[in-house]
Every structure is written in structure tokens, then in C-alpha cells.
């Protein structure tokens, strides 16, 4: 399968994410700029973390206004798979393409520890390398990654099965409503999560879990 990198200015976690994809796919994905209006022919394309534009007026907003947006929104639309880790959350938020919002951590700091999630849909083509309710480790990295939704779209994405990852045993590191730590569209394609599985694929970063991730976005075998 083939994928893709968008690197926008302010981005650190696209390096740690294109090696994930190689490591995990066998091959390397194509890098797209954020003046990009056309994006390659792939199968997956992934909004990787950090501080797109300094995080000025709302993490996200400006890289949601950019040209290449647009093209990933088109591809979206087409059904093309789309990945968005951290700031790529709030990109993916901000840009329309995910429900509800990325508030400032209930704690007002910025968070960076390892956190526990549970697996609470497997059924996606993001997740089915897991077992339905498997609890696995994962680090987070944010300042904004308070997720909130009106009571409305919460009923919606819980009841459509749109929350695929919660923060487990206690570990919600920053408030968010029903400890939800991964959303997806309702048609299943579009996926944005505030940890951060590229951290932890191989024994080099003591551990494993958030390789299935990949696996299961790239459709290969996850060991
Ligand atoms: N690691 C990240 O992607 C951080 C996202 C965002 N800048 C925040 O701190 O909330």
C-alpha cells in the first residue's frame, strides 16, 4: 500500500512517522508541502504531530486553511484512508473532516507520559490488527487534546461506533469527555487520535503497541 506524509511548517513527529510507514509498510511514503494542490495516487494519507504555525489562534486552524487541505479533503471524499496524530487531530478537526473540537488540557499543562487505551472499535480499517476491548500502551505528547463534543454529536459518534480508541484505566491525561482519544468520520476512512502509535513500533522504543495501527492502515501482517 502506499502512503503519504503531509509536512507543514511547525510539524517534529513527520520523521518519527515516515519511519514508522517504512518500517511497518517495507516501502517509503511520498512527503507532501503545504503549498501542494495535487497529492500522488496512494492509499493513505497521514497528518503527523508537532506545532503546525506555531500553534497561533487554535492548534490546527491555520494548516486547516491551507491549499494542500483542500486536495485531502478531496481525497477523503473519494475514500482515500486518512490518518491525523496529534496535530493532525486538530488539523482534521479543524478542517471539517472529524467531528467536535481539541480544547487546552483540563490541567492547563502540557502532558508527555505513556497512557493506557482500550481498543473500543476494531471493526475499522484502522484498528482490525487488534482485538475488539484490548487495552494497549501508547505515549501522548499535547497541550490541547481535551476532545469535547455537544451532547448531540456525542449520542451520534458513540452510537455509530466513531469512538475507536478511549483513554483506559485511569490514564486520561487531559479531561476529554468520555474518555475519548480517537475519533473517526462516520463513513470510517478519516481517523484522528491524540497519542501517538509511530512512538512505539519496535523494541527500540520499549514496545510494540501502536504498531497495529499501521498494520492494519497499510493492510499488512502487524508482527
Ligand atoms: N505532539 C503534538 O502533535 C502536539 C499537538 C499540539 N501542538 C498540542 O500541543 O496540543
Redesign the pocket.
Known amino acids: 500500500m502506499k502512503s503519504a506524509v503531509v509536512q507543514l511548517p511547525g510539524l517534529n ?1 513527520d520523521r518519527d512517522m515516515i519511519a514508522a510507514l517504512t518500517k511497518i509498510s517495507g516501502q517509503a511514503p511520498v512527503t507532501i508541502w503545504q503549498t501542494e494542490t495535487e497529492i500522488p495516487d496512494v492509499d493513505l494519507i497521514v497528518i503527523p ?3 503546525s504555525y506555531g ?1 497561533y489562534l487554535r ?1 490546527g486552524a491555520i494548516a486547516a486553511r491551507m491549499p494542500v487541505m483542500q486536495a485531502i479533503i478531496d481525497k477523503a471524499a473519494k475514500g482515500v484512508k486518512v490518518l491525523g496524530v ?2 493532525g487531530f ?1 488539523i482534521l478537526v479543524e478542517a471539517g473532516l472529524l467531528p467536535g473540537a481539541l480544547m487546552r488540557n483540563s490541567s492547563l499543562k ?1 502532558v508527555c507520559r505513556e497512557i493506557k487505551l482500550e481498543v473500543v472499535n476494531a471493526e475499522t480499517d484502522f484498528t482490525r490488527a487488534y482485538a475488539q476491548g484490548q487495552v494497549i500502551r501508547c505515549p501522548v ?5 481535551n476532545y469535547f463534543a455537544d451532547d448531540a454529536t456525542l449520542a451520534a459518534i458513540e452510537g455509530k461506533g466513531q469512538v475507536v480508541f478511549r483513554y483506559a484505566e485511569g490514564t486520561n491525561p487531559n479531561g476529554s469527555i468520555n474518555d475519548i482519544a480517537a475519533v473517526m468520520n462516520e463513513k470510517g476512512n478519516v481517523l484522528g487520535m491524540m497519542p501517538h502509535p509511530e512512538n512505539l513500533i519496535e523494541a527500540a522504543h520499549g514496545g510494540s503497541d501502536g504498531r497495529g495501527l499501521f498494520a492494519s492502515a497499510l493492510d499488512v501482517i502487524a508482527a
Not at 505528547?141 to 487534546?145: P, V, Y
Open positions: 513527529r504531530g508537532g506545532f500553534d492548534c496529534c496535530n486538530q502540557f505528547a499535547h497541550h490541547d487534546g
